[in-house]
Nanobody, 122 residues
Framework: VQLQASGGGLVQAGGSLRLSCAAS????????MGWFRQAPGKEREFVAV????????DYADSAKGRFTISRDNAKNTVYLQMNSLKLEDTAIYYC????????????????WGQGTLVTVSS
């Protein structure tokens, strides 16, 4: 499984970005897909996860009400719509795939994308 994240960039506080993650895998719907982020000097942290068929989602408290995770299984792609961005959202954002676990735990994910940098400025 290969994951390619894109869509990061520089945005002002209060603005929006949409991240995408394209997966090269036949059975994309078999994987729960998560977004994580890592800020400089900090550990990688959970942001959001969506179930294989898209029926269930979970968000970190920091993302609730501002971020929306979704997926298009016909396109093998998962998205993270980020609104009302804050300075503290600045990080490298990673998408990840989990075959068997519905989890917020970094260690439960089998495959990782290369990350896309999101920088929020004041």
């Amino acid at each position: 499984v290969q994951l390619q994240a894109s869509g990061g960039g520089l945005v002002q506080a209060g603005g929006s970005l949409r991240l995408s993650c394209a997966a090269s895998v036949r059975t994309f719907s078999s994987y729960h897909m998560g977004w994580f982020r890592q800020a400089p000097g900090k550990e990688r942290e959970f942001v959001a996860v969506v179930s294989g068929r898209g029926g269930s989602t979970d968000y970190a408290d920091s993302a609730k009400g501002r971020f929306t995770i979704s997926r298009d299984n016909a396109k093998n792609t998962v998205y993270l719509q980020m609104n009302s961005l804050k300075l503290e959202d600045t990080a490298i954002y990673y998408c990840a795939a989990s075959r068997g676990w519905w989890s917020r735990d970094v260690g439960k994910y089998d495959y990782w994308g290369q990350g896309t940098l999101v920088t929020v400025s004041s």
